[in-house]
């Protein structure tokens, strides 16, 4: 398990640095909506009822309607405003006996465990309360906000079991309840005997969650007969650009309107070199008669 809040518990002069741990955890079998045809996901948009517009997350406020019908909103500024539950203390404010406490105050249970250097005010704490068969009365924030519990004892682990307030607790109003019911002796009799007769000493581990079972048995029956398909993977957008090139396109924009802040000009291609225009061979000299080469005179024939 993992700690989600860390703190002390305080009573007296006594502190138990501790840190805690939630106790219960749900094994509900989650379902998402998809479309029948092609598996794809079912996806909800914000619309306004009044105009039927989308509206984006940052321009929703929150809205309470009086009995009056008139509509008051509260932004984040006065969200802000409002005081803050903050420490990491919890303040014993008094030990009450067990049997004076209504299971249906209970809300949210946690295990506390102490830090090494605690082992000993912790069990100190723990016995007391088992010995004298009373709760400890706390208060405590948890995620900002004020809480009421109690410490109790189970085996060798003091819970923290969060309280609901008093005026959280509905009255039931029912008139048929204040009406006279005649119960016979008989009756009542032969309903005590029903009782006894199905008495037994209660073991959590005898019972399960039948739906649940029935419904993973489903789900791998309809795996093992291939009764499935791959999830479909939704196709991205063609305007949308992956992260790196979106990250490099701002880049870039903040570099050029940096650049005209400054009253930077943008940089001008460099000219590419001339280039040269190819040597012409030289032409070949006439060669003058001195330059020729000597060859000799064809010899003349004598005639007779």
Request: charged content about 35%; hydrophobic content about 35%.
């Amino acid at each position: 398990m993992r700690a989600m809040w860390s703190g002390a518990v305080s009573f007296g002069l006594v502190s138990v640095p501790i840190k805690l741990y939630s106790a219960t955890t749900n094994h509900d079998i989650r379902f998402h909506q998809v479309h029948g045809a092609d598996g794809g996901r079912i996806k909800y948009k914000r619309t306004c009822s009044v105009c039927g517009e989308v509206v984006e997350y940052a321009d929703i406020v929150k809205g309470y309607e009086t009995e009056d019908g008139e509509l008051i909103t509260l932004d984040e500024a006065d969200l802000d405003s409002l005081p803050i539950a903050s420490g990491h203390e919890i303040d014993v404010i008094e030990f009450v006996p067990a049997d004076q406490i209504d299971p249906l105050l209970f809300d949210k249970a946690y295990y506390l465990e102490p830090e090494t250097k605690a082992a000993k005010p912790y069990a100190l704490l723990r016995e007391a309360l088992a010995e004298t068969e009373r709760m400890a009365v706390v208060r405590f924030a948890l995620r900002q906000r004020e809480s009421l519990a109690l410490l109790r004892v189970r085996d060798k682990t003091i819970v923290l079991q969060t309280m609901l307030w008093p005026d959280e607790i509905r009255e039931p109003a029912f008139d048929i309840l204040d009406q006279d019911v005649d119960l016979k002796p008989q009756e009542l009799k032969m309903a005590s005997s029903l009782v006894e007769s199905m008495g037994a000493d209660f073991d959590p581990a005898d019972f399960h969650d039948e739906y649940r079972d029935a419904v993973v048995e489903l789900i791998e029956s309809k795996k093992e007969h291939g009764d499935v398909k791959p999830a479909p993977v939704e196709a991205k957008k063609e305007d949308e650009g992956d992260s790196m090139t979106d990250l490099l396109s701002a880049l870039q924009a903040s570099v050029e309107a940096a650049k005209g802040k400054a009253g930077a000009k943008p940089e001008e291609p460099e000219p590419e070199p001339e280039k040269k225009p190819a040597r012409k061979p030289a032409a070949r000299k006439k060669k003058t008669d001195d330059e020729a080469e000597d060859k000799p005179a064809p010899r003349k024939r004598r005639t007779a």
